[in-house]
């Protein structure tokens, strides 16, 4: 298993361009979320999914769409970046609810 | 909303000694978990330790444990035999048990240094 893959690692945008961060996870997970990490800060919830077709927003979801069209993947889409946005990307999943959540690596995204 | 709290923003220990991160948390529900992430340099989240709110007894992984005191909302991480390998960022993660999510609320972190 290739456990929770982000893609890309690495991306620089300049203000006003539009991107998705890919996430895939291929152990069959229910739940899936994506968190931002800001330096100096722990990690804050932007959407999470409890299952293909079922999304939500957490504590930070303001310029972000999210979808789950399928249960493996749960891409973030940023349609206007902002120099705010400049930030680490998390993606996580977990099979059920009361499991631990495992990470993927991260996206670095600095926008300009 | 829940809240994090880790009061200490830098830790600092010597090898093979016992070092402790504190972390509150304020919450009104009664069935929650929580949890110890580890994050070094590489970036990666690493789960270090988790507790069900509905156990009393502390949970323990090899080296590391946790004080859990319920009623206080106080869910601290025991370091025994620091060794280089555990520097690292250190955040403590509360859960909801019945949210209809798996989503974590963290705290901002603790950067722990061991001094060889």
């Known amino acids: 298993n290739a456990g929770v893959t982000q893609t890309p690692k690495f991306q620089v945008l300049k203000t006003g361009q539009s991107m998705t961060l890919q996430c895939a996870q291929d152990?069959?997970?229910?739940?899936m979320s994506w968190y931002r990490q800001d330096p100096g800060m722990g990690l804050r919830l932007i959407h999470y999914s409890v299952g293909a077709g079922i999304t939500d927003q957490g504590e930070v979801p303001n310029g972000y769409n999210v979808s789950r069209s399928t249960t493996e993947d749960f891409p973030l889409r940023l349609l206007l970046a902002a120099p705010s946005q400049t930030s680490v990307y998390f993606c996580a999943s977990s099979r059920t609810k009361n499991q631990p959540q495992h990470f993927g690596d991260g996206t670095r995204l600095s926008i300009l | 909303a829940q809240t994090v709290t880790q009061s200490q923003p830098e830790m600092s220990v010597q090898e093979a000694e016992t070092v402790t991160l504190s972390c509150t948390y304020d919450?009104?529900?009664?069935?929650?978990?929580l949890f110890w992430y580890k994050q070094p340099p590489s970036r990666q989240m690493i789960l270090v330790i988790r507790?069900?709110?509905?156990?009393?007894q502390n949970a323990t992984e090899n080296r590391f444990s946790v004080n859990f005191q319920k009623a206080a909302k106080s869910f601290s991480l025991k370091i025994s035999d620091s060794q280089l390998g555990d520097a690292a960022m250190y955040f403590c993660?509360?859960?909801?048990?019945?949210?209809?999510?798996?989503?974590?609320?963290f705290g901002g972190g603790t950067r722990l240094m061991v001094k060889p």
């Open positions: 993660a509360y859960r909801s048990a019945i949210n209809a999510g798996n989503m974590l609320t």
């Open positions: 152990m069959n997970h229910e739940y």
């Open positions: 919450t009104s529900e009664s069935d929650y978990y």
């Open positions: 507790q069900e709110a509905y156990k009393q």
